[in-house]
């Protein structure tokens, strides 16, 4: 059922695409996005798109892992095109799940390049097939999705130079042996989604010259493979959606000299890499999303690459060729002529096992790839990393375990200490880097540690003496990535100690302020990523003019900018500087006023002489004068008012205490004003006492 399933998915999506040629471009890895579009736009593959893994990783291809060039912004996504055979537009696919059978699977487009010159083209006819009609574009012959071509006895000859057929989408079903006679020159064809049904026994024989098969979306039987295998290209061979159930087909030959193959959206179930051990020259095998369950592991010196992505496999594979560590799900398989390497895998430098149900990690004992230069297991159900696991591999450069299923919870002593590691790829792991499990000296050993991808974690509730202990073991990172780590307040205390420091990427976070000098110990500063956090000021003191000079590269858009006085100097250095230096240069938008641009806002020179502090002090001085002088002149005012009231309030009072005795008699006296000073003075007292 599922092999039905892959096949009509497959094929429903070739039909849609009939009459074009695709391109798939198998990038090295997240870093080599910036190449994409680059590559997209000069290749011409089959059943092609640029794809990215659920864990934003690309199928290995032929060439080496590059770790540069990487896009500045590291939040954009790659775009996936399919250019068009004319070269003049690109339709672009969207980006899906990398299991997704409605999508073509990945093949790739360097030996094309190598050998497929697609200039100039030529608008008129290059080869008639009955009513149909072949393109040619420099060295490509385009005959695909010619659904009336009639069941052919053999291709017609093509125009000399002629090295690469697209005779994809034709439904030729049959390929008698003379079917390849004309053009046994040719180096790369593409047959694929082709209905095949028989192949003869020597039609392949007739391509002497050919290096690159590719037979995707094909239904092939075990004879009709035996039969392409008996004369299987030079270089590579892509299987991609052929049915495939095992791989025993592969043990019957002796003299495959193929260097890659490609098994992809098949059913493999349980991958047996002892039937592979026959291939003498396999450097690269594929077998993503082929719902593998277990490995069973065998001697093959010369593989470099294995990618098993998307599949079902809950342990990591067996490297160590000692009983007790061989094989996951059968006895072990040790030939007398596979020498004395403790390794099955002696020249195995690139290992992609990302989103599987791997839940455990080998200890450092068990890792027998010395020669390994890339291992990536991201998304799996890992949540402890052991102590020095990565210490042997002296050769490792990239580690990418970022997106696990759970929060890693325990991070041991030396974790990541391989002696050669310039790349960690450890973020969206919720990792609590406070959390008394996770070791502060993890990266103790990582002494050429550059690329430190922490994004996407628990730091911003983490105490930064913690982080000052953890980054004194990375004093020679160079790019450090913290975004959405929920930080607060910058880490400068930290952050100084990284003092090879050139990129700083802390965007997505509720930054509220930029300390004073906070980037000037850090020498080797170039660009810094403040983008979207909640910053509303920045001031002449958060940046010397030693730093302004050496930062190449800022990013402070998507801020809260309070569009004042106080912010009149970062409006002054960003219209100087402009997109030349900052990056996003229309998105600092005042946070104030509605839909002003911060280099728009304007303020008037005079208003802003005095600093906020003064102004508001001389408000409140002038306020407590003005309040000073008011009552003062109420009280001159209404003087004698005042005077008559306090007069009467005093003799109230003295009525009331005098009234507050016991009396025999009351006398009521009448006297003149004349005689007032007597009857107060003589009289009152001579008769009270009386």
Same mark, same amino acid.
């Not at 799940?97 to 487009?109: E, G, R, W």
């Not at 200890?363 to 027998?368: A, K, Y």
């Given at each position: ?7 009509m998915?497959?094929l ?6 009939s009459?074009?040629i695709?391109?798939?471009i198998?990038?090295q890895t ?5 190449n994409?579009?680059?590559r997209?736009?000069?290749?011409v593959d089959?059943h092609s ?9 690309t199928?290995?291809s ?14 954009s996504?790659?775009?996936?095109f399919?250019?068009?055979?004319k070269?003049v537009t690109a339709k ?5 799940d990398?299991?997704?059978l409605?999508?073509?699977?990945p ?5 094309l ?6 200039k100039?083209y ?5 080869v ?11 060295g490509?012959?385009?005959c695909s ?7 052919l ?8 130079g002629s090295?690469?057929l697209y005779?994809?989408n034709?439904n030729a079903?049959?390929l008698?042996e003379s ?5 046994s020159?040719i180096?790369v064809l593409?047959?694929?989604?082709n209905?095949?049904?028989t192949?003869?026994?020597q039609t392949f024989?007739?391509?002497k010259?050919l290096?690159y098969?590719?037979l995707?979306?094909?239904?092939l039987?075990?004879?009709?493979l035996?039969n ?8 590579r ?7 495939l ?6 043990k019957?030959f ?5 260097k890659?193959?490609?098994?992809d ?5 349980q991958?047996d890499l002892?039937?592979?051990s026959?291939l003498?020259?396999?450097q690269?095998l594929?077998?993503r ?6 490995i069973?592991?065998a ?11 998307n599949?079902n496999?809950t ?7 000692a009983n007790?560590?061989?094989s996951m799900t059968r ?5 007398e002529?596979?020498?004395?390497s403790?390794?099955?895998?002696p020249?195995l430098?690139q ?8 839940v ?11 020669q390994?230069?890339?291992l ?6 890992i949540?402890r ?5 990565f210490?042997?591999l002296?050769r490792?450069?990239r580690?990418?375990m970022?997106k696990?299923a759970?929060?890693?919870q325990?991070?041991?002593?030396g974790?990541?200490?391989?002696? $050669? %590691?310039?790349? =960690?790829? /450890?973020n969206? *792991?919720n #990792?609590s880097f406070?959390?008394?499990?996770i070791s ?6 990582a002494?050429k540690?550059?690329d430190?991808y922490?994004d996407?974690?628990?730091i911003g509730s983490?105490?930064v ?6 980054f004194?073991f ?7 990535y913290?975004s959405?780590?929920?930080l607060?307040v910058?880490p400068?205390?930290a952050?100084n100690?990284l ?5 700083l990427f802390?965007y ?6 930029i ?8 020498? $080797? %500063?170039?660009? =810094?990523? /403040?983008q979207? *956090?909640q #910053?509303?000021l ?7 003019p030693?730093t ?6 800022i990013?402070?858009s998507?801020n809260m900018f309070?569009?004042?006085c106080d912010?009149l100097w970062f ?6 500087n402009?997109s030349r230096?900052?990056?996003h240069?229309d998105s600092y ?14 303020e008037?020179?005079?208003a802003?002489?005095?600093s906020r502090?003064?102004?508001i002090i001389?408000v ?9 002088f ?10 004698w008012?005042?005077?008559?009231m ?10 009331n205490v005098?009234?507050q ?5 009351d006398?009521?006296?009448i006297?003149?004003?004349e005689?007032s000073?007597w009857?107060?003075k ?6 009270e006492?009386?």
């Amino acid at each position: 059922m599922y092999s039905v399933l892959v096949f009509m998915h497959l094929l429903l999506h070739s039909l849609e695409a009939s009459g074009s040629i695709h391109m798939s471009i198998l990038d090295q890895t997240e870093i080599d996005r910036a190449n994409t579009s680059r590559r997209a736009t000069a290749l011409v593959d089959i059943h092609s798109h640029t794809k990215m893994s659920r864990t934003g990783n690309t199928l290995a291809s032929d060439e080496p892992v590059s770790e540069s060039n990487r896009n500045k912004s590291m939040s954009s996504s790659t775009q996936n095109f399919v250019p068009d055979l004319k070269g003049v537009t690109a339709k672009r696919l969207p980006s899906t799940d990398p299991c997704d059978l409605k999508i073509n699977p990945p093949s790739s487009a360097n030996i094309l390049k190598k050998y497929c010159d697609l200039k100039p083209y030529n608008k008129t006819p290059c080869v008639q097939i009955g009513n149909s009609k072949c393109y040619c574009s420099g060295g490509l012959v385009n005959c695909s999705g010619k659904k009336n071509i009639p069941n052919l006895a053999y291709i017609p000859k093509l125009p000399a130079g002629s090295v690469c057929l697209y005779f994809a989408n034709n439904n030729a079903k049959f390929l008698q042996e003379s079917f390849f006679a004309n053009v046994s020159n040719i180096r790369v064809l593409d047959f694929s989604n082709n209905a095949l049904t028989t192949v003869s026994a020597q039609t392949f024989s007739k391509l002497k010259n050919l290096e690159y098969l590719i037979l995707n979306s094909n239904s092939l039987n075990s004879r009709n493979l035996i039969n392409i295998l008996r004369f299987a290209p030079y270089y590579r061979l892509d299987l991609i959606g052929v049915h495939l159930d095992g791989l025993s087909v592969f043990k019957t030959f002796t003299n495959i000299t193929t260097k890659q193959i490609v098994m992809d959206f098949n059913f493999l179930q349980q991958l047996d890499l002892g039937e592979m051990s026959t291939l003498k020259n396999i450097q690269l095998l594929s077998c993503r999303c082929c719902n593998i369950n277990g490995i069973t592991s065998a001697y093959i010196p010369t593989l470099t690459q294995l990618d098993l992505r998307n599949n079902n496999i809950t342990d990591f594979p067996k490297t160590c060729r000692a009983n007790s560590t061989i094989s996951m799900t059968r006895e072990p398989r040790i030939e007398e002529n596979e020498g004395s390497s403790p390794s099955f895998f002696p020249s195995l430098s690139q290992l992609y096992l990302d989103s599987n149900q791997i839940v455990q990690l080998p200890e450092s004992v068990d890792l027998c790839v010395s020669q390994m230069n890339v291992l990536s297991f991201a998304q799996n159900n890992i949540t402890r990393i052991p102590s020095k696991i990565f210490a042997s591999l002296t050769r490792l450069t990239r580690i990418d375990m970022k997106k696990m299923a759970n929060p890693i919870q325990i991070i041991e002593s030396g974790s990541f200490g391989a002696p $050669s %590691l310039s790349t =960690l790829y /450890l973020n969206r *792991n919720n #990792i609590s880097f406070g959390h008394g499990n996770i070791s502060r000296s993890m990266f103790e050993g990582a002494h050429k540690l550059r690329d430190l991808y922490i994004d996407h974690n628990r730091i911003g509730s983490t105490p930064v003496e913690v982080l000052e202990e953890i980054f004194n073991f990375t004093a020679n990172v160079e790019h450090l990535y913290m975004s959405d780590s929920g930080l607060t307040v910058i880490p400068v205390s930290a952050l100084n100690k990284l003092t090879k420091l050139q990129s700083l990427f802390i965007y997505n976070n509720k930054i509220q302020a930029i300390p004073d000098a906070a980037f000037d110990r850090m020498i $080797s %500063l170039r660009r =810094l990523n /403040l983008q979207n *956090n909640q #910053i509303s000021l920045v001031r002449e003191t958060s940046f010397s003019p030693e730093t302004i000079a050496r930062l190449i590269e800022i990013d402070l858009s998507h801020n809260m900018f309070l569009c004042n006085c106080d912010l009149l100097w970062f409006q002054s250095w960003l219209k100087s500087n402009g997109s030349r230096v900052f990056d996003h240069n229309d998105s600092y938008i005042c946070s104030d006023i509605h839909n002003v641009r911060v280099q728009d806002y304007k303020e008037s020179l005079q208003a802003c002489y005095f600093s906020r502090s003064t102004y508001i002090i001389f408000v409140v001085c002038l306020s407590i004068f003005l309040f000073a002088f008011l009552l003062f002149a109420a009280l001159f005012r209404y003087r004698w008012q005042i005077r008559l009231m306090l007069y009467e309030r005093k003799a109230s009072l003295r009525d009331n205490v005098r009234m507050q005795g016991e009396f025999k008699f009351d006398i009521f006296i009448i006297y003149s004003n004349e005689d007032s000073d007597w009857v107060e003075k003589c009289l009152l007292s001579v008769v009270e006492v009386s």
